[in-house]
């Protein structure tokens, strides 16, 4: 038969992403969430092999799939670079104290009726800060559950307390890589991402919030601080703790809200970070560095906070974990990850397997909330199936980007979807990384807490719900329109 005069078939089109799902379920069943590590980043070039073999078999050249996937990695550059920021802005706010002073003075506002509301509140804080729902789940998250059960509170509920505020702030947060990711996905400015993101995200907080509340005026029980003061006694005697700290994400927010970029903005807040390191932590500059004058210290110690990892040596070993930051390095294989994601992701596209798949999706599309239906449909169902948020947000944002311009809509539509349904319900998926991760994390199993991730299940049927009811769908201008959809003017 010549397959070369033959075009892709939706079972030809969907091999390669029935390869890719065996594979990452295999590799979440072998490495677990060490998966990310490598394996991963493998699976996706292997299942971009047999996407391209299909692509050559009818009559795709070489220079096309390249071309494709090149093209594919450039668009997601700058998500790239700001993600290397990230890690050196996390490192110099954690030597600097910032992070630990937010935890510090976070802890001080708990009382056994608020306790589930608050967890959900320091969570989102402490995630907003990091950027990372999994170190915030992994430290301070224990250390609240530790809390809730001395409150005989129900394991679960205090674990969907804490991931609900932990994925609200890594939703919102412009150092998640998620965040960063989508944005770029859609080829979006990374703040006009989350400003818009608001109109979804704060009526599901709320909503969270109110819940929560409701719970914990029946849940609540006599407080213990013990494990709370012990936490905030380690810290203090690490760090010089100070309000003055406050400043250093001041400034930040300051910066952001004058609009200035992404990179430039985190830079500048890295930058900070480590000035205020030098200024108020010399005692941590002097045990992170082996040379004896203050200024070469300073300049090592600042420097290795920003490419490499970090431990602050603490008293209370249980928070270790929470006093660490792995820099640069630390991001690498996130990176790694999209790098070869847009590899699969370009090579799909360039073939038509993407076209294929996303013609027969969006037959049942018909407005603009069955577009955006469709979308979380296919984020919940990536994760579902490819155990992996980021694969989510990727192959749905590629496979959506085209359909959400021919609708006239800002890519911002389309980045907020990602978020509101790739991100936040990975971590429901017992075979998700994600789900999996917080699972081990806290020890109450995927299928315990899930419930309670009242944040997590609610954002997906908001963003749907908000799509139908036409609340602030931004539709491009005329001069966007023919700026993106040029032939499509043309035809008109």
């Not at 974990?321 to 640069?328: E, P, W």
Request: proline share 4%; net charge neutral.
């Amino acid at each position: 038969m010549n397959l070369h005069n033959k075009s892709i078939s939706l079972g030809e089109a969907l091999i390669p992403i029935i390869f890719l799902i065996i594979l990452l379920s295999i590799n979440a069943f072998v490495f677990g969430d060490q998966a990310i590590e490598g394996a991963n980043q493998f699976a996706l070039l292997f299942a971009a092999a047999i996407g391209g073999i299909i692509a050559l078999l009818h009559g795709k050249n070489w220079d096309d799939l390249q071309f494709g996937f090149v093209k594919s990695i450039s668009s997601a550059m700058p998500s790239m670079l700001i993600l290397l920021l990230i890690g050196s802005l996390a490192g110099t706010w954690m030597i600097s104290g910032v992070v630990p002073a937010m935890i510090y003075y976070g802890l001080e506002y708990l009382n056994p009726s608020l306790f589930l509301m608050l967890s959900v509140v320091i969570c989102a804080v402490v995630s907003l800060v990091t950027g990372s729902s999994w170190s915030t789940i992994a430290t301070i998250g224990v250390a609240l559950l530790g809390v809730g059960n001395a409150m005989e509170i129900n394991k679960a509920l205090v674990s969907g307390a804490i991931i609900s505020g932990a994925y609200f702030g890594d939703k919102v947060s412009p150092l998640s890589d998620t965040t960063n990711l989508a944005s770029a996905m859609a080829e979006v400015d990374l703040f006009v991402h989350i400003r818009y993101m608001m109109y979804t995200t704060i009526p599901s907080l709320i909503i969270t919030l109110l819940l929560f509340l409701g719970i914990g005026f029946f849940k609540h029980g006599e407080i213990h601080p013990e494990s709370i003061r012990d936490v905030q006694i380690a810290i203090k005697e690490s760090f010089h703790i100070s309000p003055w700290l406050f400043l250093v994400p001041a400034l930040l927010f300051y910066i952001i809200s004058k609009k200035v970029p992404a990179i430039p903005a985190i830079f500048a807040g890295t930058l900070i970070g480590g000035i205020f390191a030098i200024i108020f932590q010399p005692q941590i500059i002097h045990q992170l560095s082996n040379n004896t004058s203050y200024m070469a210290a300073s300049y090592q110690t600042v420097m290795q906070s920003i490419f490499t990892d970090i431990s602050i040596p603490v008293t209370n070993e249980n928070i270790q974990d929470l006093l660490s930051t792995g820099g640069m390095a630390g991001m690498l294989n996130t990176i790694w990850l999209i790098l070869t994601a847009m590899v699969f992701s370009g090579i799909l596209e360039a073939s038509g397997i993407l076209k294929k798949i996303t013609e027969t999706m969006l037959k049942a599309v018909h407005s603009t909330g069955s577009l955006v239906c469709t979308t979380v449909v296919s984020c919940g169902f990536l994760n579902l199936t490819a155990s992996d948020q980021y694969i989510s947000i990727v192959v749905t944002g590629r496979m959506f980007s085209k359909s959400y311009k021919d609708q006239n809509l800002k890519p911002e539509v389309l980045s907020r979807t990602l978020e509101d349904s790739g991100t936040v319900t990975s971590v429901l998926i017992p075979w998700n990384t994600c789900g999996a991760a917080q699972a081990g994390a806290l020890g109450v199993s995927t299928i315990a807490f899930a419930p309670y991730c009242f944040f997590n299940i609610i954002s997906p049927f908001m963003s749907i719900a908000v799509a139908y009811l036409d609340i602030k769908i931004r539709q491009l201008n005329n001069s966007e329109s023919k700026t993106i959809n040029p032939k499509k003017q043309n035809t008109n």
